[in-house]
């Protein structure tokens, strides 16, 4: 009887380091809404600020809401990776590692503070 790794294309490994990636981009984002919690005086548990109450309160919304957005997608990313890569492996990771890609810079522009940079790119 063949166990489910046997089941799988050889490629598939490609997957599972693309969804590690991610996990670990994930967890960038994490360390940087931490780090600006710190930085910015938004202890927990206050999930939103207002900028009533301080003045760094976009810039903190918007690094948070940048790691928020990427958990958002997580689940729909994961899944098509999981089954689009039984079929497709090498073109499952390679659009993974430029979802990945895209996704930092996503946060990156985000995380300056202006909710349009999200968008840019240094190729704009």
Known sequence: MATIIELLPKEYRFVAIV?????FLN???AAQVAMARKRYNFPYPTLYASESQN???????CIQRGHQNSL???AIFFMLMILGGLKHP????VLG?????ARYFYFKGYATGDPNNRHKSRYS
């Open 97 to 101: 590692v430029l979802y990945i890609i």
């Open 90 to 93: 090498s073109i499952c990771g």
């Open 27 to 29: 967890l960038y984002m």
């Open 19 to 23: 969804l590690v990636i991610y996990c």
């Open 55 to 61: 003045k760094d309160a976009k810039l903190f919304k």
């Open 72 to 74: 958002e997608t997580m």
